[in-house]
Every structure is written in C-alpha cells, then in structure tokens.
C-alpha cells in the first residue's frame, strides 16, 4: 500500500518559514520524480516545485527563490523549505510521487496539510 504522508503545515505570519516534509512509503521511493503542489482556496491545484530521481530541481515563477526543495532517498523523504512566506502562499499543500510507466503514468498523492500566512 503507498502512502505519502505530508507534515509541518501551520500558521506563520507574513515574511515566515515553514518547512514541510513528506514521507513516502510502498514506493521505490528512488525511481520517483517527487513534487510539491498546492490548492490555494477557491483555485486550481498548482505545482510549487519538483524533483526527478536525479535529483534535479525546478520552481514555478512565483517561488522566486524562496522555497527549497529537497529529497533524502535514504529516509524516503522530500521537504519543502518555504521562506519569505506570503499571504498569497496560503494553500493546502500536496506531496506527489510520479514516475512515467508503459502507457502512462504511476502517481500517488498525500492527503495534504494546511498552510495558512496571516497577520
């Protein structure tokens, strides 16, 4: 059974950190590219920032260089470094695992964990 398990969401004022991690399980945790998504309220579920198996990033624009993404394959783990936080950052944050398979695609989702930046 795959579970990814997200953790660390809370509330944080404006110019804040959160970090979040995810731990991932029933996976070859390795032959995954690992994301991050978010559903911000009343909008589409967006990618934040991803990281292939090789270990290569990448960061939608709206990061601008405030968030890390980081996976340890030895712990099955991917976190998410968020500082500078924005009132705009507020969303349900998701942890994804996809790797590509014959036909298609094997992908996985946690259940998410809430991120709320309010003065």
């Known amino acids: 059974q795959v579970q990814l398990v997200e953790s660390g969401g809370g509330l944080v004022q404006p110019g804040g950190s959160l970090r979040l991690s995810c731990a991932a399980s029933g996976i070859i945790f390795g032959s995954y590219r690992m994301a991050w998504y978010r559903q911000p309220p009343g909008k589409q579920r967006e990618l934040v920032a991803a990281v292939t198996s090789s270990s290569r990033t990448n960061y939608e624009d709206f990061v601008e260089g405030r968030f890390t993404i980081s996976r340890d394959n030895g712990k099955n783990t991917v976190d998410l470094q968020m500082n500078s936080l924005k009132p705009e950052d507020t969303a349900v944050y998701y942890c994804?695992?996809?790797?590509?398979?014959?036909?298609?695609?094997?992908?996985?989702w946690g259940q998410g964990t809430q991120v709320t930046v309010s003065s």
């Open positions: 994804n695992a996809r790797k590509p398979i014959w036909g298609g695609l094997d992908e996985y």
